[in-house]
């Protein structure tokens, strides 16, 4: 380990400094990214590199209904769309939705994250 430390400590330090570049270098490096840590990439893609949010959005999408048992069709669906809806300009109703739908899919600790976010949330 160099100066700069762990892929994933330079993953935490990117993601905490808002810096989108630097958490995909890092994160390209982990062998494994946790659904959550994957969540805050993703969001932070949406706010820094909006190109890059809609195939982040669906490799999320997929690695949930890939990792998370007992989800729906309709479950999955939803946060499909929601996903969506987040990309685009559209008020924080849909990140406090999708939190709540994570919340029920006892995934706490992302829909904590999403509710944070969308409390933060700014368009453009």
Do not use: N
């Amino acid at each position: 380990m160099g100066e700069s430390g762990s892929a994933y400590a330079r993953f935490r330090r990117a993601i905490e400094r808002r810096q989108a570049t630097a958490a995909l270098s890092a994160a390209a490096e982990l062998r494994h990214v946790a659904l959550t840590d994957a969540l805050e990439l993703l969001l932070l893609l949406r706010e820094r590199d909006r190109d890059r949010y809609p195939r982040a959005a669906l490799r999320w999408h997929g690695r949930l209904c890939r990792d998370v048992p007992g989800r729906s069709l309709a479950d999955a669906a939803a946060v499909l769309a929601l996903l969506g809806s987040i990309g685009e300009d559209v008020d924080r109703g849909a990140a406090s939705a999708l939190a709540e739908l994570l919340r029920a899919l006892d995934l706490d600790q992302p829909a904590r994250i999403l509710a944070a976010w969308a409390k933060g949330f700014v368009t453009g």
